[in-house]
Structure formats: C-alpha cells, structure tokens
C-alpha cells in the first residue's frame, strides 16, 4: 500500500500506521494552500512509526497548521511532535480542549452501584475504567468555533462541530474542492462508539444523530468523504442514514427491554458474541452504551 496518495488536486492522504492490531492505519491529510505551504489534518498516533510516515510524505514541506479532528491518540497523538518540530500552531475544537483538560485530571470509576453492577463483576470493570490524572497528549495553540473558515490560503475550508464519537469532534469541508474531512464522525464500514470523550452530561447519541444530519444535508451526490480511517467514499448522505439507523435501533431495543438497572437492561440486549462473553473493556463498552440509550431515552 502506498504511503501516500494525491486525492483531489492539492490534497494528499498518508497512510500512517496505528499501534494495537486493531485498525491498520489512520487517515492523516494534507492540504496544499495558495502560498506552497501544507495543512496538515489529524498527524497520528504517538509513535516513530507514524511519525516517519508522515515526515516522509511531507519531505520538509513548511507546515503552516495542524488541525485535529478530535483527541484520540491515533488522530492527535504525534501533534506535539510534529508542532515542536514545525512551529506550526495546533488546532481544535473549544469543546475537545475542555475535554483533553478533563481526562488530563484523570477519569473516576463510573458509578458501578447506580448500574446495579454485580459485586463480584466489579475489579474488571474498574481495572479498565479508571484512568489516572496525566499530562495532556497535545494542548492546541488555538481553538477554532463552529462554522469558522480556517486561514487556508486560496481555500474555503470550513470547520464544522459534530460531536458525538467526542464533545469536540470537528469535520472539515472543503468547499473549494467539495470535499468533507469527516474523522471518526463518519467512517465508510466501521460504527464509531460514541461518547469516547471523557464523561461529560451531554447526550452523545441525540448530539450525534443532529451532526449526522448535519453533514448528510452536504451530500450533493458528488462530495468525496475523506475518512479518519479505511477508505475514501462517496455517499456520505446514505452512509449517515445508515449509521443513524443502527443507533435508532439499538434505542428500540432498549426502549422494549428498559429492566431497573443498566446491568439488568444490558443483559437483555443483543451482542457480538453473546452477552456472557463480554468482559474487561468490552463489558465496560456494552454498559457505557446501554447508559447513553437510556440517558437519550430519559429512562
Ligand atoms: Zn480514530
């Protein structure tokens, strides 16, 4: 697989490899301005590997900005790096950097008595959930409002706020070129959880669903989606349809097995897999998002 490929006039995706053997790669984006300096979109995870992924494809292009979509570390972790080595400032979201300041402080267990959780299916959870106070993968240099158009030479690019995978999730349209940077707010096969973000008291299914609207009312037939991962698409409109459909259904399914507790609820669901063989990580997903359905549905 090519490192890198031209896909629309002046604008280059790199292909950069993601720790973990889950995804292979991460999309990162670079964008050529007016004056022969690169934009570049979401650098990757915090490893000499991706680095050299992206030091190659940029072959000491000056770097005028590095915009993140959001602050997962396959998206924003080699920012610094990449900061410290350009100059060029760090951009996000004013919601995501609320968000990188409040994981910065570390994550509390959930409140495992309020989801009737089991004592002795306890220590798992909390071996998983509880996240120490750290420093901060990347602090921007500036946040960027909703609707704003970046400072792209001889572009229109637009940011557009789409929370819902995270508070602060941003796509970028560039409308010069009719394309739509849609990070993990819209992938072509893979359903993004929801609500990675840190706990917060948005509703991140009804924030999603409105920003899924929001980007399909860009689809003209012709917008190409440039994706935080896999390929480039097209049909972004079906593509929400389609992932705001799986959400809604999972809605019902928790609307017609509401239980007393989250855990009773959750047990009663359907999962990849089956429900007994969830645990760790993934018991801790199946309950988050058993949580967020009924928080959507008021339960
Ligand atoms: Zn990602």
Redo the contacts with the bound molecule.
């Keep these: 697989m090519a490192a890198i490929d031209t896909v629309a006039p002046g604008v280059h995706r790199v292909h950069v490899p993601m720790p973990g053997g889950g995804?292979p790669f991460?999309n990162a984006y670079l964008l050529d301005d007016a004056d022969g300096a690169v934009h570049v979109v979401d650098p990757g995870s915090p490893t000499d590997d991706a680095r050299d992924a992206l030091r190659s494809a940029l072959r000491g292009a000056r770097v005028a900005s590095i915009v993140v979509t959001h602050l997962?570390a396959?998206?924003a972790g080699a920012a610094a790096a990449l900061r410290a080595e350009t100059d060029a400032p760090v951009l996000l979201h004013e919601r995501e950097a609320a968000a990188l300041r409040m994981l910065a402080d570390g994550i509390p267990a959930p409140d495992l008595d309020a989801w009737g959780v089991p004592a002795e299916r306890r220590p798992e959870l909390l071996a998983v959930a509880v996240v120490p106070a750290g420093p901060a993968p990347v602090t921007p240099d500036r946040t960027v409002a909703d609707g704003e158009l970046l400072a792209v030479p001889g572009r229109r690019v637009r940011a557009l706020w789409t929370p819902g995978h995270t508070p602060g999730h941003l796509c970028l349209h560039v409308e010069d070129a009719g394309l739509l940077l849609t990070?993990?707010h819209v992938l072509p096969t893979v359903n993004s959880g929801l609500g990675l973000g840190g706990p917060t008291a948005d509703d991140p299914i009804a924030d999603y669903l409105a920003a899924l609207d929001r980007v399909a009312a860009l689809d003209d037939g012709t917008l190409l989606a440039l994706p935080?991962?896999e390929d480039p698409f097209t049909g972004v409109g079906e593509r929400c349809f389609a992932l705001a459909e799986h959400h809604r259904r999972r809605t019902r399914e928790v609307a017609a097995h509401p239980g007393g507790t989250v855990w009773e609820t959750a047990a009663t669901l359907t999962w990849t897999g089956g429900w007994d063989a969830l645990s760790g990580f993934t018991l801790l997903s199946a309950l988050r998002q058993t949580a967020q359905h009924r928080a959507y549905l008021a339960i």
Excluded: P, Q, T, Y
Aim: charged content about 20%; overall charge negative.
């Design positions: 995804l991460s997962h396959d998206h990070g993990d935080g991962h």
